[in-house]
Every structure is written in C-alpha cells, then in structure tokens.
C-alpha cells in the first residue's frame, strides 16, 4: 500500500474507540476549531473526589485530535502540555481546541478546558506535524 493510499485509509476508517470508551461526544469540529464535551461518571474520578486529571488531558487531546485532523490531511501530535487550574465544580466538562497558529507542516492549538458553570479547569497547548503533502 502506498503513502497516499495509506493515508486515505486512515481518513476513511479511523475511529477514536478511546474517545468513545471515556464517553467523549464531539460537538463540532473544524481545522480552526472543535469542542467537545464529556459527562462526569464515577469512574472518572480520582481517590481525593476531583475528576482524574488523566481524563482531563484525554478530553483535551481528543479536541487538538478533532481539530488537527479536520483539515484537507491527517496531522499527529509532537507535543502537549497542559497546566491545571482549578477543580471542576460541575458534571459537565467541555474542551474547545482553537488553532492559534500554522504553517505548511507545522500546526499549533491551545485548548480550553471548562465545566459546566464556565470555570476554567485546565489549559492544554500542542502542537501537530502534518503527514501528508
């Protein structure tokens, strides 16, 4: 199978079974921007009655993924980093990744992360190289 055929084929069959395992609903998505949203289980909790921080940087990943690759070509993650901010005080949390800036390969997002009564709780940044020309 060539690059090209390759690449087709994870534009047509990829399928983010860990997004939907965690519960993660996609409300939109552009190449500019994507929100998200997840509903706050049980079993996103962490031992202390906080939401898991690993299920924060999840939801916020999945966003940069949406966005990054709603675009004309598949892009994968070169780096992430993300700097919590408060607990959430709500069941709902919602992620919005917003591309901040680009370049032919190169592609920068800062995603947003709230809860229900608009509290921020985190703020994830990456950034993506694109795999296709």
């Excluded at 706050?40 to 949406?66: C, P, Q, R, T, W």
């Excluded at 919602?94 to 995603?111: D, M, N, P």
Aim: charged share 20%; aromatic share 10%.
């Amino acid at each position: 199978m060539g690059k090209e055929a390759f690449v087709q084929e994870i534009e047509t069959t990829a399928v983010d079974q860990f997004a939907a395992l965690l519960g993660v609903e996609v409300l939109y998505c552009s190449f500019d921007e994507a929100r998200c949203q997840l509903n706050v289980k049980d079993e996103h909790m962490n031992a202390l009655g906080g939401v898991h921080g690993g299920v924060i940087f999840s939801l916020a990943d999945i966003a940069f993924a949406m966005a990054c690759n709603a675009g004309d070509a598949p892009y994968t993650g070169l780096q992430a980093d993300i700097r919590y901010m408060s607990g959430a005080k709500d069941k709902v949390l919602f992620a919005t990744a917003t591309k901040v800036g680009s370049s032919k390969k190169f592609a920068h997002y800062e995603v947003v992360i709230t809860d229900g009564l608009n509290n921020r709780v985190a703020l994830f940044t990456s950034t993506c190289y694109r795999l296709a020309p």
